[in-house]
């Protein structure tokens, strides 16, 4: 069951994996990703081994940056060290490292971010029980939680180019949420 995300990446990467862990956080998933900011105390390596051992999967952020970052090389080879589960998001230009080469990852281009996200999402809903949905209207800024819609339901949406409709159980106002990320949109 995966429940906590590790997610490997550099600095310059920054804002997708911010992005990565607020769509991760939509769907009930704790992720490693700010961290580096909270215990200054610890040094940023036993922080990332911290994170490493205490996740159930790692998510590899490989951009043209994030593929020659040592950090992220670093992560990616003590994840595989300690058998932990790499699941590599790959910028479509960037090389795979050597450690993680047999791997398939999930490509993405700058503008198909969103949909890789998506598929990171559905794999990681059918490795486990993703149940609740947390939303945080744009409108009144209540964070709620509603269930999980169905695979179908999601996957029609996708197909479609649809949104998702739901209705703020705060403010009453109707939303629609991005079906690959759960984002309200609009």
């Known amino acids: 069951m995966i429940t906590k995300v590790y ?22 998933l704790e992720s490693f990703v700010a961290i580096y900011r909270r215990a200054r105390g610890i040094s940023p390596g036993e922080r990332a081994r ?18 020659v970052s040592p950090r ?14 790499v699941i590599p998001l790959q910028e479509k230009e960037a090389e795979m ?9 999930i490509s993405f281009s700058q503008e198909t971010y969103s949909d890789a996200l998506g598929e990171l999402i559905l794999n990681i809903r059918d490795l486990t029980d993703l149940e609740w949905l947390k939303i945080k209207c744009p409108l009144c800024g209540e964070e709620m939680t509603q269930y999980l819609p169905p695979e179908e339901v999601v996957e029609r949406a996708v197909l479609t180019d649809t949104g998702l409709d739901t209705i703020c159980s705060y ?11 759960f984002k309200p949109v609009g």
């Open 7 to 28: 997610i490997s990446h550099c600095e310059e990467d920054e804002p997708l994996a911010l992005d990565l862990a607020e769509a991760l956080w939509r769907v009930g």
């Open 97 to 105: 490292p050597v450690m993680i080469r047999h791997l398939k990852p």
């Open 72 to 85: 992220v090389n670093q992560e990616i080879g003590f994840a595989c060290g300690i058998d932990q589960m």
């Open 50 to 67: 911290f994170g490493i051992r205490h996740s159930d999967c790692v998510v590899a952020l490989l951009t043209l940056d994030g593929v």
């Open 171 to 181: 403010c009453e106002t109707a939303l629609t949420l991005d079906p690959r990320t």
